[in-house]
């Protein structure tokens, strides 16, 4: 039945309390796209947002040495990168992106914070997560460092960071249907109330994928499903995935055309984490119970 499709309730409890985001933002197209993500969950959630900036700390000690150049463009003029225009330019980055913080959140009427930490990446980042209830990171490094595809930081977010996590890259954004995987089970419970929040606040579709593993109880899951949204006027369709592996999720979150995908951590193996990621084009929200 991949495509049966029926009104539900939505759940208005207080399970999901997700007060804080933390959001690390940089100048990069990805992390501005995060940004926006981010101040849209906020909204969904009716959560703070507090951005983070990182001065890193390699970058500054790369500069330091006698043979460090920065080539730029467009004139492709070479010089010599000195530790005083580096720590110029973190600081112009970092205003810039407290800047985008601001307009985003002043325009949604969002309470925000923002602060500025030097130090290694993505160990600041993980750090600042444990003092919120959900992070959201950009899947792409910042254009400093020249690396493309899925980012150290968000990787190392994904997998160990205790918390819930969006990821996020350039030129996507949330949007309808929510596609969720769900296979009835008590550690699912809270990524299908997450992401029918989400799906609610956008008066759109929510879809769930049954994984094969559990196909056999899927008129109860779908039974289940409508005794835990408890709001009305909320769509649900329901899809079973025609394999197992996270191909088939892959493959069903393209097909259902997602503007979110929304899954339990534990369903995610460590290892797997970055073909995961990088083989899905929408946001990604890796749900864990501990984030509430």
Known sequence: MPNREQE????????????RIVIGLDTSRHSLA?????????RCLEADLHGLFVEDVTLLRVAELPVARETQFPFARRSRLSPQRMRRQLRAQAEQAR??????C??????????VVRGDVSARVLEEAENADLLCVGRASR??????????TAIAAAGAVSRSVLLVSRDTEIKSPVVVLYDGSEEGKEALLMASRVADHLEGLLSVVVPASAVSSSEKIQERITGELDGEGLLVRYRELAGSGLRSLINAALTEGAGLLVLDRSYLPADRLADFVAGVDCPVLLVSRHSA
Do not use: K, M, N, Q
């Open 8 to 19: 539900a309730v939505h759940e208005t409890g207080d399970e999901l309390a997700i007060r």
């Open 34 to 42: 995060a940004l926006r993500a981010a101040a849209y969950l906020a």
């Open 99 to 104: 800047r985008a913080l601001a307009r985003e």
């Open 106 to 115: 002043t325009e949604s009427g969002i309470e925000w914070s923002f602060e």
């Open 143 to 152: 254009p400093l460092t020249r690396r493309s595809g899925v980012g150290s």
